[in-house]
T-cell receptor, first 115, second 114 residues
């Protein structure tokens, strides 16, 4: 079955330090990978995606993610965390062929950035 | 519009009552997706449309859930005879022609079944 794993319920980082939020996936075809952020009582905001091409993708607000096919991972990174980055982060995948563009989400990782 | 619009923001229903949620996709987008986010943040895909046609309904609990996307009307998700476990936030997302994997999410409708 297709799945996404976010192994950490919460990640704590000091402001100014680099952050990593982990994601691994399992799909039967070629993955399309996404990161979304959710602030309290808000919808999901798109951060970045990997479809094809360069394994390092850059997105909104200084975030980037690296696609690693051999490790089936798509970790989210940022060189210097801000307190305003504190939110809930979701990794999602669809796949081709056969995924029909429906997104499978991880359970979410809460990022807490301390001043 | 430039954003996905969902109404109402909040909906409270007694168990057994009907609930109807609406979604207006971004203008020009031809794909609409419905997802359910339950209490532990878990997202579940329900159904997708390409224009007014059902594209994938593998996530729908068919006995009580139905959905439509009709021309020139908001899309709708209807739950007949709601149950306590239907309490969740329901998100709609829309995707542009040719790139349905680029999904833009609405703010969600919080359904509380009492």
């Amino acid at each position: 079955a297709q799945s996404v794993a976010q192994p950490e319920d919460q990640v704590n980082v000091a402001e100014g330090n680099p952050l990593t939020v982990k994601c691994t996936y399992s799909v039967s075809g070629n993955p399309y990978l996404f990161w979304y952020v959710q602030y309290p009582n808000r919808g999901l905001q798109f951060l970045l995606k990997y479809i094809t091409g360069d394994n390092l993708v850059k997105g909104s607000y200084g975030f980037e993610a690296e696609f690693n096919k051999s490790q089936t991972s798509f970790h989210l990174k940022k060189p210097s965390a801000l307190v305003s980055d504190s939110a809930l982060y979701f990794c999602a995948v669809t796949w081709t062929p056969g995924g029909y563009n429906k997104l499978i989400f991880g359970a979410g990782t809460r990022l807490a950035v301390h001043p | 519009g430039e954003e996905v619009a969902q109404t109402p923001k909040h909906l409270v229903r007694g168990e057994g009552q009907k609930a109807k949620l609406y979604c207006a996709p971004i203008k020009g987008h031809s794909y609409v997706f419905w997802y359910q986010q339950v209490l532990k943040n878990e997202f579940k895909f329900l159904i997708s449309f390409q224009n007014e046609n059902v594209f994938d309904e593998t996530g729908m609990p068919k006995e009580r859930f139905s959905a439509k996307c009709l021309p020139n009307s908001p899309c709708s998700l209807e739950i007949q005879a709601t149950k306590l476990e239907d309490s969740a936030v329901y998100f709609c997302a829309s995707g542009p022609p040719g790139r349905p994997h680029e999904q833009y999410f609405g703010p969600g409708t919080r359904l509380t079944v009492t």
